[in-house]
């Protein structure tokens, strides 16, 4: 199956009420992890590259890996997805490679630590918009400021200082019409979201209830939302690593997201945790050992359960065979006749 528009998938995603991991790569087992995940749940993906994915790599390669994935699974949809882009030129690029779906991440300005204006974001996120859909590719936008920083991106911090404000979501989406939005509740980037157990006070679930009620149609997203499991978390531990006390986003958290309306979960410290984990733990039982397949062979198994896991909890399991994949130049042609307009955009008060 050819890349599928993170746009169908997600609009797929809301008609069947369910949500779609999209985990972060870099490497070819990490995508070997996920697409075999994804066959044995039966589950429509979107894999996606940060700049930092797309410089380790290098394009081309990371790029023609998730083309052989594609070629090998025909019967799963994949969207590939750039994460965090920085600036139009970033999105552009990614675009031109043949991702079809970009984030334009203008919550942040170009250095990916200082955050922009509201204005700035708009500029920007908007300019990336006309250039993507004239060429069928999906858009998501951010409002509000994550917290933490991944991969020498995010401006730190806990989360809480730049929650989204739901009115300034309905005018950015109107604004810039986005087909997907990340929102700021509270999430963080990176292993240590939280000091204690997530609740009310740290989780603005009732911001992401407001929002999706005031745009019911614009595909939601939730950042930093890896669960960080006490094993895997312990598993490193166990042999020689040294990770603090941590907890991340509890999977109840992000079902009661998925029923109101977030369709796209970002997923990647938890698999950082269990291939680091698996490799850990044979470096550490037989140290004699230095086959790299020795140890990438467990990492990638490791890997593969925890988003196996993952597609089954948000509810994608299942649903890879459901509909055909529109192709990328019929979805251009939805964008420039308005066919694929979201609306209504805002609900009704
Ligand atoms: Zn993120």
Known sequence: MPLVSMRQLLDEAAKGGYGVGAFNVNDMEQIQAIMSAA??????????????????????????????????????????????????????????????????????????KTPASFEENVAVTKKVVDFAHARGVTVEGEIGVLGGVEDGHGAGGTGLEHIT????????????????????????????????????????????????????????????????????????????????????????????????????????????????GAIRKVLWETPEKFDPRDYMKPAREAMKKVVALRMTQFGQAGHAGDYQPVSIAEIAKGYASGALSIKPLVAAR
């Not at 920085?86 to 690029?93: A, H, P, Q, Y």
């Not at 980037?189 to 407001?210: C, N, R, W």
């Open 165 to 276: 404000d739901p009115d300034q979501a309905v005018e950015f989406a109107e604004r810039t019409g986005v087909d997907a939005l990340a929102i700021a509740i509270g999430t963080s980037h990176g292993a240590y979201k939280f000091t204690k157990k997530p609740d009310g006070s740290v989780l603005k679930m009732d911001v992401l209830i407001a929002i999706h009620k005031r745009l019911p149609n614009t595909h939601l997203v939730m950042h930093g939302s890896s669960s960080v499991p006490k094993d895997l978390h312990d598993v490193i531990n166990q042999y020689g690593g040294k990770l603090k006390e941590t907890w991340g986003v509890p999977v109840e958290e992000i079902q009661l997201g998925i029923r109101n309306g977030v369709r796209k979960i970002n997923v990647d410290t938890d698999n950082r945790l269990a291939m680091t």
């Open 39 to 112: 066959k044995e749940t039966k589950s429509p993906v979107i894999v996606q590259a940060s700049r930092g994915a797309r410089a380790f790599a290098e394009d081309l390669y990371l790029f023609k890996l998730i083309q052989a994935a594609a070629e090998l699974n025909p019967e799963i949809p994949i969207a590939m997805h750039q994460d965090h882009g920085n600036s139009f030129e970033t999105c552009k690029s990614a675009i031109e490679l043949g991702y079809t779906s970009v984030m334009m991440d203008g919550s942040l300005k170009e250095d990916g």
